[in-house]
């Protein structure tokens, strides 16, 4: 799948209030999961898990990490690629164009 358009990246605000709409073991999972650094092992992911566990009562608010965001991807376009033996592989790619007054996506077949 390939998905083309422009990006932006969501307020602090808005990644606050979602995030805070996430259930409490996502938040958890969150703060525990640096996504990317590299991890000595499972079992200290699920240390740290439940070490925050104990330190956030189920009263508490946890706090969103400051690196913790998201972004908003407003799609242009739409790629979707299936291999086949033959290698006449099917792709379907769809962009969106005004009829009647109104946005709609086109379906074209490309060559593979």
Known sequence: ???????????DEESEQYFHSRPRGSQLGAIVSKQSTVVPGRHV?????????????KESLIPKPKYWGG??????????????????HDRLEYSPQETDGKRVWKIVRLAP
């Open 71 to 88: 972004y908003r991807l407003k799609p242009e376009r739409f790629e979707f690629w299936q291999g086949q033996p033959s290698r006449l």
């Open 1 to 11: 799948v390939r998905v083309e358009g422009s990006v932006e990246k969501v307020s």
């Open 45 to 57: 992911l699920h240390q740290q898990y439940k070490e925050l566990e104990e330190k956030y009562s």
